[in-house]
Every structure is written in C-alpha cells, then in structure tokens.
T-cell receptor, first 115, second 116 residues
Framework: AQSVTQLGSHVSVSEGALVLLRCNYS??????LFWYVQYPNQGLQLLLK??????LVKGINGFEAEFKKSETSFHLTKPSAHMSDAAEYFC?????????????FGQGTILTVHP | DTEVTQTPKHLVMGMTNKKSLKCEQH?????MYWYKQKAKKPPELMFV???????INESVPSRFSPECPNSSLLNLHLHALQPEDSALYLC???????????????FGPGTRLTVL
C-alpha cells in the first residue's frame, strides 16, 4: 500500500524567502509522485510530477521537487516566495496494479506568505 | 481544451431530495474520478471509471450513485443524503491505462454541497 506524509500542516514564509514543503512517501513499488496546489474554494492544480525520468522535476510557477529514493522524499521548493503562492499544497502518490489511477494524498500543507 | 468542468458550483439539498452532480471533459481522457473533500482535509477517492466502466468503488454508501453515460461525462446521483455528506465534490480525469502515459489527473473546480 502507498502512503504519503507531509511534515508540517502550516508553513509561513516571508515574500522573497525560500519555500520548502516536505513530503515523504511509502510505496512497495516504484512510485509516481505528484504535487498539487489548491486555492480556496477551487479544485486542485498539478504543479509537477515524478515519473522516474529525472530525479529533479521542474513544475509551474517556479516550483521544483527532488526525488530522493534513499530518503523516500519528494520535497517541494521554490527559491523566492510570492504572495500569490499562498495556498494549500498536497503531495500525492499514485498506485499501480489493481489500484491503477488511485491517488493517495498527504494531509496537506497550508503555505502563508507574509509581505 | 484542458479543462474539467463541473456543475453546479454550489448545491443545497434536503435529506429527502434527489439531485445530481455533473462533470465533463473534452480531453479524450478515458478515466474519470469522483473525490470527496471535507474542510481542511485532503480529497478522498470515491469512484473511478475506466473506459466507461466502474473500476473502483471505495466502499461508498449507496446513497451516492455514479454514472458514466459516455467517455466525456460523469454524473454523481445523490439521494437521501445526510448532513455529514456536506463537502466539496471534485471530479477528475486522466488518460486511460492503455495509453502508457503517466496519467496525471486533471481536476475540476468542484461542487460545494450542503445537506440540510
């Protein structure tokens, strides 16, 4: 079974500071990993995905994530936070086999950006 | 068109009502999903349709009844709901299994459901 743990339900940064959102996964097979962002009262938007092609994945809005198998991590980073980055971020793992397509989400991290 | 649309945006219903949520995509995706999201929680999978056939039902109560009339449409029929069913209902779609692609899911904006 797959699972995802997001460390820190709330992260607060100043505008222009580094953003680091942590995600650790557990998977019995090579995982497919995703980061989604959700703005209030909206659906989820895909930021980036890891599909084994490259360990450093670049996404939209300046975000990137690095897959580290030895640490079972897929942390999300952005060098310089912008006020518009304030939202909730979900890390997710996708199962294969008979559960093909099922996404298992972490509990989410709310990012607050201060002026 | 890379959009998943959902109607209505908001729905208020009584416990004896019957209503339906609708989801549509025109990306040629062959897998469609219903998720339920409670406040301050992650989305929880309810159903998956693959090539218009129900492939996953996450032990959802029968008061929720999904339907996939064709590859572009997904409905969720609601009957005799409880107040605890109030939530944001999200639809998503992805390419089908046979595509060999890595199948990221594209989400709609959701329907905010309130059960009185």
């Amino acid at each position: 079974a797959q699972s995802v743990t997001q460390l820190g339900s709330h992260v607060s940064v100043s505008e222009g500071a580094l953003v680091l959102l942590r995600c650790n996964y557990s998977s019995s097979v090579p995982p497919y990993l995703f980061w989604y962002v959700q703005y209030p009262n909206q659906g989820l938007q895909l930021l980036l995905k890891y599909t084994s092609a490259a360990t450093l994945v670049k996404g939209i809005n300046g975000f990137e994530a690095e897959f580290k198998k030895s640490e079972t991590s897929f942390h999300l980073t952005k060098p310089s936070a912008h006020m518009s980055d304030a939202a909730e971020y979900f890390c997710a793992v996708r199962a294969g086999g008979t559960s093909y397509g099922k996404l298992t989400f972490g509990q989410g991290t709310i990012l607050t950006v201060h002026p | 068109d890379t959009e998943v649309t959902q109607t209505p945006k908001h729905l208020v219903m009584g416990m004896t009502n019957k209503k339906s949520l609708k989801c549509e995509q025109h990306m040629g995706h062959r897998a469609m999903y219903w998720y339920k999201q409670k406040a301050k929680k992650p989305p929880e999978l309810m159903f998956v349709y693959s090539y218009e056939k129900l492939s996953i039902n996450e032990s959802v109560p029968s008061r929720f009844s999904p339907e996939c009339p064709n590859s572009s449409l997904l409905n969720l029929h609601l009957h005799a709901l409880q107040p605890e069913d109030s939530a944001l209902y999200l639809c998503a779609s992805s390419q089908g299994r046979a595509s060999g692609r890595h199948n990221e899911q594209f989400f709609g904006p959701g329907t905010r459901l309130t059960v009185l």
